[in-house]
């Protein structure tokens, strides 16, 4: 199938409670193009040059997304565009996000990355750092952040019952961490493989890069 039939088969398939994220990290402008034509505006990159520079070439009215980890001194380079940051899993991060965003004159969504997985690899804060984070002074002097919700990504396993339980995990701290911060909106949870179990698990965004690209060359 190409990407049209794909992302529109995809939206068929999801409701409009749950926000697709087309993934398109390592995709061209022109197959971007092709899912922007079918009507999609929100896509997802994973490395902050990459995308500055599809920003720069393609339609403005698209809302680009960064999904991947960020580091602190490429911040600067999307802050003036960037209309959500998924993977914030540091208090520095946030801190250098909330200085280059009033530089924009702007506030900048973010979500936490929480850490969910079994792989010690994955990025995202554990419970208790989420904590000390949540009170601390820094985090509550941050003037050009919004925190709107949280991020997770589950071990990369056939193993339908352990992603599960990781994604129900994640929906819990959310529901935990919505008393303490009543803004909190979206948890985004979700890729090709684990979306329709992420979403049975109270999704609300899914990424979803190679079910509509197709699969990625990594160089
Ligand atoms: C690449 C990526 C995705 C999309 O992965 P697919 O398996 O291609 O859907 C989702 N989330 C993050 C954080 C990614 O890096």
Not at 21 to 42: C, F, M, P, W
Not at 148 to 174: C, H, P, S, W
Not at 186 to 200: F, K, P, T
Request: proline residues 2%; aromatic residues 6%.
């Amino acid at each position: 199938m190409s990407i049209s039939e794909n992302i529109r088969a995809i939206k068929t398939e999801l409701s409009d409670k749950v926000t697709l994220v087309a993934v398109s990290k390592t995709k061209s402008n022109e197959d971007i193009l092709e899912a922007y034509n079918t009507g999609h505006r929100i896509f997802g990159e994973n490395k902050v040059q990459e995308m500055t520079q599809k920003w720069e070439t393609l339609p403005k009215d698209i809302q680009w997304h960064m999904i991947g980890h960020v580091q602190r001194n490429k911040v600067k380079y999307m802050a003036p565009f960037v209309s959500l940051i998924h993977g914030v899993d540091s208090l520095r991060l946030l801190v250098e996000i909330d200085k280059q965003a009033q530089k924009c004159d702007r506030t900048v969504p973010c979500l936490l990355q929480i850490h969910i997985a079994e792989e010690e690899t994955k990025f995202g804060l554990d419970s208790q750092e989420l904590e000390a984070l949540l009170v601390a002074p820094e985090f509550k002097a941050l003037k050009n952040v919004a925190i709107t919700g949280l991020m997770g990504m589950a071990t990369f396993t056939d193993n339908e019952a352990q992603v599960r339980k990781e994604f129900k995990n994640l929906k819990a701290i959310f529901d935990a961490t919505k008393k303490q911060l009543p803004a909190l909106e979206v948890l985004s949870m979700g890729m090709s493989g684990d979306y329709q179990i992420a979403i049975e698990e109270g999704s609300n965004m899914v990424r979803i890069g190679s079910s509509i690209f197709g699969s990625r060359n990594y160089n």
